[in-house]
T-cell receptor
Framework: KAGVTQTPRYLIKTRGQQVTLSCSPISGHRSVSWYQQTPGQGLQFLFEYFSETQRNKGNFPGRFSGRQFSNSRSEMNVSTLELGDSALYLC???????????FGAGTRLSVL | GESVGLHLPTLSVQEGDNSIINCAYSNSASDYFIWYKQESGKGPQFIIDIRSNMDKRQGQRVTVLLNKTVKHLSLQIAATQPGDSAVYFCAENPRGSARQLTFGSGTQLTVLP
């Protein structure tokens, strides 16, 4: 079974731009969560989607948004990028039965 | 998990020895705990999980111990191998928070030859 796939793997943007990251969960998984990882703050929860509905949201500004499609694929969008948004963005999927979240390799975003 | 910061705790062990990685969690409402391993350039990889109604759970070469009284979690790795070198994170899932995990700051494990 294929794992969680995130695209692109690397991204370079400039301040003020917006960016969209994509995540394809493990086949059959309906829950997709997003996390931001930085050296200073570690791994922080952004939001979680289940059956196209956002169920939970972390403490991030409204510039961070996401959505989930009917095939469970998810996207997250960051608008008006700031230097501090440079991070590894990780997507994780889980089935509705188990709590275990399986992570993708992440998208490394650099904001210049 | 504990507060995060710039400095990762580190642990160095000799190949073949046992490793013990500790973690303090903060939320007494957490009812599910999970350990992840993250190698450079990769996403976190699931190692083992435990629910709050258990004190101990064993996997292949790994054991997780949960002490709810002092809100402490530990991961024991038997016969540590070079491939075990990575950053290890504990994460907690508060009851009722769906799939929201709160991660600790991580421990860098280095296996010495």
């Amino acid at each position: 079974k294929a794992g969680v796939t995130q695209t692109p793997r690397y991204l370079i943007k400039t301040r003020g731009q917006q960016v969209t990251l994509s995540c394809s969960p493990i086949s059959g998984h309906r829950s997709v969560s997003w996390y931001q990882q930085t050296p200073g703050q570690g791994l922080q929860f952004l939001f979680e989607y289940f059956s196209e509905t956002q169920r939970n949201k972390g403490n991030f500004p409204g510039r961070f948004s996401g959505r989930q499609f009917s095939n469970s694929r998810s996207e997250m969008n960051v608008s008006t990028l700031e230097l501090g948004d440079s991070a590894l963005y990780l997507c994780a999927s889980s089935s509705g039965v188990q709590n275990i979240q399986y992570f993708g390799a992440g998208t490394r975003l650099s904001v210049l | 998990g504990e507060s995060v910061g710039l400095h990762l705790p580190t642990l160095s062990v000799q190949e073949g020895d046992n490793s013990i990685i500790n973690c303090a969690y903060s939320n007494s409402a957490s009812d599910y705990f999970i350990w992840y391993k993250q190698e450079s350039g990769k996403g976190p990889q699931f190692i083992i999980d435990i629910r709050s109604n258990m004190d101990k759970r064993q996997g292949q070469r790994v054991t997780v111990l949960l002490n709810k009284t002092v809100k402490h979690l530990s991961l024991q790795i038997a016969a540590t191998q070079p491939g075990d070198s990575a950053v290890y994170f504990c994460a907690e899932n508060p009851r009722g928070s769906a799939r929201q995990l709160t991660f600790g700051s991580g421990t860098q494990l280095t296996v010495l030859p």
